[in-house]
């Protein structure tokens, strides 16, 4: 997939709108077209208004732009870990789902080990054979002389100071809205997903927010003609998520 003409494409659509006038009213965020962490500067030619979701969409393609181990796939990669932490809850738009959110922490986690190798070798280190360690669920680091056996350490530190937590609290907020809005679509009378989101646009796409959050969508969506899924209001789901 060319990740970049994708980007551009984005840019170019945003540009226009608002050379046109259709972003002069409204929330929008500022954006570096080639990222200062890359050499962009903060002319008016590098800079362009960006919906929340355009703004967190193109920090994830300038991810994908690069290839793993890159200089600048890591500085993206930490543009965008900033940009999910400091985003407010309320922010929908800014929603990941889980496996993408795994694999990003994954790959962020490794970036942090390598940062840490840098200072931690020569026997002359009073930590000379010990390594850090990050539990990816609570975000604690600890050294240990051997790799602890159970999966959820990771090698390297968490130098970003409760970083892992704030993430952590907003996947408990995420679940606690999909639970929420199942709660709420299942005592309505809506005669499909999408008739409930267009009621409901402040949410995310509503069945990818299930897929992600309720185990029991899983379980009980229809597949339709391979266009997509559907699942009729049902009041026995209420309080049912798993």
């Known amino acids: 997939m060319n990740y970049k003409n994708i980007y551009y494409k984005i840019i170019e659509k945003a540009n226009n709108e608002d050379k046109n006038g259709n972003r002069s009213i ?6 570096h077209i080639q990222p200062k962490s890359l050499g962009g500067s903060n002319n008016k030619e590098n800079l362009v208004k960006l919906t929340a979701r355009e703004h967190f969409i193109c920090h994830w393609l300038l991810i994908k732009m690069y290839d793993k181990g890159t200089n600048e ?20 738009e800014h929603y990941i789902n889980s496996h993408a959110y795994e694999s990003l922490r994954i790959e962020f986690a490794k970036n942090v080990s390598e ?55 907003k996947s ?5 809205n999909a639970q929420q809005a199942w709660d709420l679509y299942h005592s309505g009378t809506y005669k499909s997903l999408f008739e409930f989101h267009k009621a409901h646009p402040e949410l995310p796409q509503i069945s990818r927010f299930f897929e ?9 969506k229809i597949k339709i003609h ?8 049902n009041k026995d789901f209420i309080g049912k998520y798993e």
């Open 26 to 31: 409204g929330y929008y965020e500022k954006h």
């Open 73 to 92: 796939r890591k500085k993206m990669l930490y543009a965008l870990w900033r940009m999910y932490n400091t985003g407010a809850p309320d922010q929908k």
């Open 115 to 169: 940062m840490n190798s840098i200072h931690q070798q020569g026997i002359n280190n009073s930590c000379f054979g010990t390594k850090w360690y990050t539990n990816r669920n609570t975000g604690e680091s600890k050294k240990f002389k051997e790799k602890p056996v159970e999966d959820f350490w990771i090698e390297g530190r968490n130098l970003f100071h409760g970083q892992f937590e704030v993430l952590r609290k």
């Open 172 to 176: 408990n907020w995420q679940k606690k």
């Open 212 to 220: 992600t959050w309720i185990p029991l969508y899983n379980k009980i």
């Open 226 to 233: 391979g266009h997509g899924y559907r699942m009729l209001p």
